[in-house]
């Protein structure tokens, strides 16, 4: 390993602790959709899913990012906090849920 690619790594892992045990600020203090960001600027979240979706929904996803220009992981991240932000909204999404995927 070479001494830049080193260096690169032991910084990446100092800024990482430092988001996670920090001060307590403001801007630490926001939505948790807030990323984390790496020396060369890649923003890197705490936690990956992966997300199963049959073809029309992967496809109306896709539509919507891209006539929104946004991502559709921030398409996501924000129905998310709707869910969070807005109990009957949550309500309608779980008992969806419950219909499209019955308990055992």
Do not use: C
């Not at 001060?23 to 203090?29: L, S, V």
């Not at 946004?70 to 709707?82: D, S, T, V």
């Amino acid at each position: 390993m070479t001494g830049s690619m080193r260096d690169k790594i032991a910084r990446t892992a100092q800024t990482a602790q430092h988001a996670q045990t920090g001060p307590t600020t403001a801007a630490n203090r926001t939505a948790s959709s807030v990323p984390f960001k790496r020396p060369n600027g890649r923003a890197s979240f705490p936690r990956r899913m992966t997300l199963d979706l049959d073809d029309a929904r992967y496809d109306w996803l896709r539509r919507e990012a891209y006539d929104s220009r946004l991502p559709a992981a921030e398409l996501l991240r924000a129905a998310i906090a709707l869910m969070q932000e807005d109990p009957e909204f949550r309500q309608r999404v779980v008992t969806r849920a419950e219909t499209e995927h019955p308990a055992p």
